[in-house]
């Protein structure tokens, strides 16, 4: 990626944790509305990482990313039950002390009864050293950030909540801008044409989507760029690729 | 986990490749699918990576997730234009030559004509050296096998055909079996006596999944092992658990 407008490029990768998505029991429904999300505001999705409740595989992809990438985003793993051990894997990737934090004990007050607030409960209060805190309007326990590291819920509601608490306080650089062409076409018949338009244009990724639609083949072209200027002229020139190719009316 | 039954765990990851699912413009329904399809035959999805349309980045996972596990299947990137570049990635990535292979070819003319078979199309039988072809009933553009990495399209309906292809011709281990039980309970209710069920039966994995219900929070308590006696006997005290905290009728 060329790093247009000359600010600097934004990154972040989400690291999914849980087994009930590796076993096809529960299906992923976060990883497509936070890529979603990060392109709207400017920041760069890169890479995405799914890894089961085992803590030293937590432990070594977060510190895998975290070096890499400007945010890392986790969701899952921060309930009460036994098989929720994300805050204490991010403790240890961090190498910092983790207990119940006062401030999420709080929280944690504010929708369970004092009486209900069981060891299990509690849980969800233990927040690693240094952590600043994720509110969350959905269920009150909290997630939090730590150095880059984003920690949210698994639950999608609860995850929507936390993610747009936290999306304003982030770094942002220039929003990737796309155009989508429909071709009207099989992939096959306009990638030659494609492929020389895409290396006239090196600043601006064009992507091509083969579809199965009702009436057959079809493909979509999505032509990116942080460049408003480049991106207009090279969709221009796909749009017109792909005009011309149609039959006369 | 425990090597239940004493015969070999066989476990695998996969490897989307796509800038269109790291943006958000498409939702990935492929892992889903292949997670839950993998589970029933016995075999163990550990880690799902997305990278984007980047050869370095798809070389590098390919090699890291290669040597971990039995298998790795990659969805995406197989297609005709400029930016499928799976094919010559996984080349790279095993350090062998890749050209035009005549069975692929051969594949290729039962679904397009002789005349329609231009270079970008041509691309698509691009196989590396000492695959085996993977055949593919609904566009007839083969998937491959290169030592133990499978590549599959990225569209659903073909990624479905192709593993079904690949499946039968897979080791398998014993399967992982799971028994699900409605808790009617918060998390953080059954959260304490679910943990000293867990601590008892080491070779039996059980999570607990929270979910908002119309009529407010309830949770899955999902067991899992690969002896169906341990299963039984563990998701048995699940139950159990369960029905004495229910209100007597």
């Known amino acids: 990626m060329t790093e247009a407008l000359g600010t600097r490029t934004i990154t972040a990768a989400v690291l999914v944790i849980g087994d009930e998505i590796l076993s096809g029991r529960t299906k992923d429904k976060n990883v497509g509305h936070i890529a979603e999300r990060l392109t709207e505001i400017g920041v760069d999705l890169r890479e995405v990482r799914v890894v089961p409740d085992v803590e030293e595989e937590i432990v070594a992809a977060l510190n895998g990313l975290r070096h890499r990438y400007t945010y890392v985003f986790t969701t899952g793993g921060i309930g009460p039950t036994h098989d929720d051990i994300t805050a204490d ?38 927040i690693p050293a240094g952590a600043d805190l994720i509110v969350n309007e959905v269920s009150k326990a909290p997630g939090f950030k730590i150095g880059n590291v984003i920690v949210m819920a698994g639950v999608p509601r609860i995850m929507h909540a936390m993610l747009e608490a936290v999306l304003p306080t982030l770094d942002t650089g220039p929003k990737m801008l796309s155009e989508t062409i429909l071709a009207n076409a099989k992939e096959g018949d306009i990638a030659g044409p494609l492929r020389e338009i895409a290396e006239r244009f090196p600043g601006v990724s064009i992507g091509s989507y083969p579809f199965l639609s009702e009436t057959g083949p079809n493909t979509n072209l999505v032509v990116r760029s942080r460049d408003p200027e480049l991106l207009a002229k090279a969709a221009r020139e796909v749009a017109d690729m792909v005009a011309a190719r149609q039959p006369a009316a």
């Open 89 to 126: 894997s991010v403790a240890k990737a961090f190498g910092v002390s983790i207990d119940v934090d006062p401030r999420a004990r709080a929280m944690l007050l504010e929708y369970i009864a004092e009486k209900d607030l069981n060891e299990a409960r509690l849980r969800m209060a233990r």
